[in-house]
């Protein structure tokens, strides 16, 4: 704790750990005290702008180690979901009955009606997030299920079923990120932040449906504006070529299917059809969420930070053994949060340029 120089609070919501403000009830407990603390909170793309906060400390040559950590209990919260109501504007949208549930389901019945993907394809990356899970130990949920079992699940807001949807999870992440000089002399293969883009987009979903945005609610356009920048930054030109894994902050089974198309790993409206090809397979192309990601564990403050965790794992060659994706140069992480408000992207290589 002593080499550390500052520390980036990871924490979404006060509500879910039941305490006002727990940042300042954490401060000793992370090493804080007499140092720079900040606390960032951007919703489910926290973690991920919290990584961001601790890079551009470091980068701006301010501090030569930061730490970034957090930590949630959203499964001890009495209800999570009507926290995350409170989202939604109370006289504009909140009558209206949206939920992060229904906001996902809109996105899925848009994905379904413009590229005509299928819920048995939605089922498919559930199915695959489940069994990537089984190497993790540390997931909170996991297992064999089937396409079968996604579809017999019951509806919470059609198309959305129980198996397309992420649990309420209690967890905890930390990173150190540090100078390139004391990289070099803390690891032999430590993993370079080599690009970041964040974007924002507007609290109203209503806003967030074409007309001045002209964007279409089926498509994660801003996600794919954070990318492009990322990607700039790292020298990407070709992700499908050049990124090897890609931990994405997808609570919903269609974030996932909208978020590959984003990222430029397929165009528009393909990313049904090569997720029944296995593209995204630990063994396809692109290894997607071979944690087993969101769908899997998601406790909310720390889980774009997770992406991170696990990312940085596949650059450095120490994930899990059969968690562990062959040759990986490149991994792309992300965090999505709020109203699919924020969007996050942070690549990381093994190659220092």
């Known amino acids: 704790m002593n080499e550390i120089d500052a520390v980036v609070y990871s924490m979404g919501p006060s509500e879910f750990l039941g305490v006002n403000e727990p940042d300042k009830w954490c401060v000793d407990a992370v090493g804080g005290r007499d140092k720079p603390f900040m606390r960032i909170h951007t919703g ?29 209990k959203v499964r001890e ?63 909170h949920l996991k297992g064999h299920i089937t396409v079968d079992d996604v579809m017999m699940s019951p509806y919470y807001c059609w198309p959305v079923k129980k198996y397309d949807m992420c649990p309420s999870s209690a967890g905890g992440a930390a990173i150190v990120i540090v100078s390139g000089k004391k ?20 609290v109203f979903l209503g ?47 269609v974030c996932e299917l909208s ?25 396809g192309e692109i290894a997607v969420n071979p944690s087993g990601g969101t769908l899997c564990a998601n406790a909310i403050a ?3 930070l997770a992406r991170v965790c696990d990312g940085a794992l596949q650059v450095m060659g120490k994930a ?15 965090g999505e949060g709020g109203s699919f408000q924020f969007h996050a992207v942070m690549v990381l290589s093994a190659d220092y340029y």
């Not at 978020?259 to 063994?283: D, P, Q």
């Not at 053994?321 to 490149?330: E, I, L, S, T, W």
Request: proline share 3%; with cysteine.
């Open 183 to 202: 990289a070099m002399k803390l690891s032999t293969r430590p993993a370079w932040i080599r690009g970041c883009g964040e974007v924002a987009n507007t």
């Open 259 to 283: 978020m590959v198309e984003a990222l430029g790993f397929c165009r528009k409206g393909e990313s049904g059809r090569l997720n029944e090809e296995g593209f995204f397979n630990m063994n």
């Open 302 to 304: 720390i889980t774009a």
């Open 44 to 72: 489910g793309a926290t973690g991920l702008s919290a990584a961001q906060a601790g890079f551009h400390h470091v980068a701006a040559g301010l501090f030569d180690a930061v730490l970034v950590v957090g930590a949630d």
């Open 320 to 334: 899990p053994p059969k968690m562990q994706v062959k040759n990986v140069r490149n991994a792309v992480c992300t």
């Open 77 to 139: 919260c009495k209800d999570s979901q009507q926290v995350l109501n409170t989202i939604w504007d109370p006289l504009y949208e909140r009558q209206f009955g949206l939920t992060t549930i229904t906001m996902a389901a809109f996105q899925a019945v848009r994905h379904m009606h413009l590229y005509g993907t299928k819920e048995e394809q939605m089922a498919l990356v559930a199915v695959r997030s489940w069994g990537n899970a089984l190497n993790n130990p540390v997931a």
């Open 207 to 253: 806003d967030q449906m074409g007309g001045r945005a002209q964007m279409d609610f089926a498509d994660s356009d801003v996600l794919a504006m954070a990318a492009t920048a990322a990607y700039r930054q790292a020298g990407i030109r070709n992700p499908v070529k050049e990124i090897q894994v890609a931990e994405l902050y997808a609570p919903f089974t």
